[in-house]
């Protein structure tokens, strides 16, 4: 694992892009998966504005939504298919061949988790990965406590997710579950950013990079990716001392 600073949100969010940008590039057959939410907000805007204008051809990625509330349909506009649809693939066209989400509102969960692991199989394992962390640590609803090795999985909501979450939602909203990629995709993964920025982050980022290696923490896993990479901004990076 590599810890990479920036200055601030605008370029650690550039670098994030032109990083995913350029690996289409070397294998256009690429196979993406990203977070939703603030954190990646900006380099998903990016991204768009930097393969349009470059003219990259994306025409054959694939991309693997990390996660979704359970029971949150796809129209909620605090839902993680609505941050993808509206952020990437309407604006770059991707038809639905091209994406894979986890579907929160299936009869049979376990077998949808089923199904996007024999996905991921399918094409190889995931080639590069974008996820944020959560004030508890979390990747996705990787919470607390989650295997390292545990595959996609419904997760029971940490009381910090359901709190931290409602930032989403126009209204109070209630989360119980998710359903998300699990930490043992994001260890096969051959390249995997973990982004924070903010101060708010500083002490998850100290823990992640720093502290012990511990399932209780689960972004600390971090630490063991070969080619992980923890890139934050200035703020976010204060409280490291290495």
């Known amino acids: 694992m590599k810890t990479l600073r920036f200055s601030n949100y605008e370029e650690l ?9 350029q690996s289409i590039k ?10 939703s939410g603030h954190t990646p907000l900006r380099t998903a805007e990016l991204l768009v504005k930097q ?12 991309f693997f939504g ?4 359970v029971g949150l349909p796809p129209e909620n506009e605090g839902s993680c298919f609505y941050f993808f649809k509206t952020k990437l693939f309407e604006p770059l066209q991707l ?12 009869e049979d969960l376990d077998a949808e988790c089923k199904k996007m692991d024999a996905l991921i199989d399918d094409k190889g394992g995931i080639d590069v990965m974008l996820v944020g962390i959560g004030m508890n640590g979390h990747i996705g609803f990787n919470e607390p406590g989650t295997p390292f090795n545990k595959f996609c999985h419904i997760a029971e909501l940490d009381d910090t997710t359901k709190t931290v979450g409602q930032k989403y939602f126009k209204e109070q909203t209630a989360l119980h ?7 043992g ?11 924070a920025d903010g101060k708010r982050k500083a002490e998850v980022i100290q823990k992640t990079v720093e502290g012990d290696i511990t399932e209780s923490f689960p972004a600390s896993i971090m630490q063991q990716h070969a080619n992980g990479f923890v890139i934050v901004d200035e703020e976010a990076a204060s409280l490291l001392t290495k």
């Open 95 to 106: 038809p639905p061949s091209q994406y894979h989400l986890l579907n929160a509102m299936a």
């Open 177 to 183: 579950q998710g359903i998300t990629i699990g930490l």
């Open 26 to 35: 070397e294998k256009p057959t690429l196979t993406l998966c990203l977070a």
């Open 66 to 69: 990390l996660d979704e509330w």
């Open 51 to 62: 393969l349009l204008d470059e003219k990259v051809d994306y025409s054959r990625i694939s």
């Open 13 to 21: 969010s550039a670098y994030a892009a032109n990083e995913i940008v």
């Open 185 to 195: 995709h994001l260890m096969n993964a051959k390249k995997v950013f973990l982004k």
